[in-house]
């Protein structure tokens, strides 16, 4: 087993889990939130004139007050340790933190829309990284792994906030590019393709990628779908593998 792997795995270990994390907040705010409310009426009982009836109401009203505090803290936390971050973990891949599929695509059809309602373009890149398979024969699956991480990393670097990337497969992946032409979706592709080719993971060196490149423009009169945008993509992709790897293709009849 190597360090790596030990690694992840103690790390994994020492992690609490979202619900974990959850009930210990929750459990810190139910006993602040039951000390309060001893306090609140020890004050009331000792310190306030001698009027049973507004005794009664100001623990009334302070106890409401303190519950709607506690219900409303109840539910930030929840939201904020429990629903986010489980959510994170349900839309995003856990090798390389780019999205899952089912994300991804629906992140894609929402821009798509968005494209076509404010007649701007969207290009649609589709990557896969070239002879992954005998990486990992050759280096072993640790280094593939590694590959698809730093890959990632790199990718993420060259993107823009408002660009969608995903893992849509083993070492497939999707770039969605709002706003953006093919040509310079094709300069961004090929930007990222020369940084590839001098990666260092661990001893291999250099890295290509092939990718298809499709795009509307949002003036269409029948748009594409998003399905049917990221079809030309692929077969784009698969003319890039046919004509030698290491290279961008842009999808027949994309507009300029």
């Not at 009836?53 to 506690?70: C, F, N, P, Q």
């Not at 730093?150 to 999707?174: K, M, N, P, V």
Request: proline content about 4%; glycine content about 6%.
């Amino acid at each position: 087993m190597t360090h790596d792997r030990r690694g992840s795995i103690h790390n994994s270990r020492n992690t609490a889990s979202p619900w974990q994390r959850v009930t210990q907040l929750i459990s810190v705010v139910v006993v602040a939130y039951v000390a309060l409310l001893g306090l609140m009426v020890w004050w009331a009982i000792h310190l306030m004139p001698a009027s049973q009836d507004r005794h009664v109401l100001l623990i009334m009203g302070m106890t409401a007050a303190l519950t709607i505090v506690l219900l409303a803290s109840i539910r930030v936390i929840v939201r904020r340790h429990l629903v986010v971050p489980l959510q994170q973990q349900a839309e995003h891949d856990d090798l390389t933190e780019l999205c899952r599929p089912g994300a991804f695509w629906e992140q894609a059809d929402e821009r798509r829309i968005q494209a076509i309602q404010t007649h701007e373009p969207l290009t649609f890149v589709f990557m896969d990284l070239d002879d992954f398979k005998q990486v990992n024969d050759t280096y072993g699956h640790l280094t593939g792994d590694a590959l698809l991480r730093d890959f990632s990393r790199l990718l993420q670097t060259q993107a823009r906030h408002q660009d969608i990337l995903g893992r849509l497969g083993g070492e497939e992946f999707g770039w969605v590019l709002p706003g953006t032409s093919v040509q310079d979706a094709q300069t961004a592709t090929q930007r990222l393709l020369k940084a590839c080719r001098t990666m260092e993971v661990g001893t291999l060196r250099g890295v290509t990628f092939s990718a298809g490149i499709a795009a509307i423009t949002g003036t269409e009169a029948d748009p594409p779908s998003t399905w049917d945008l990221a079809r030309c993509a692929d077969h784009a992709l698969y003319q890039a593998k046919a004509a030698g790897k290491a290279q961008v293709q842009i999808a027949p009849h994309t507009p300029a």
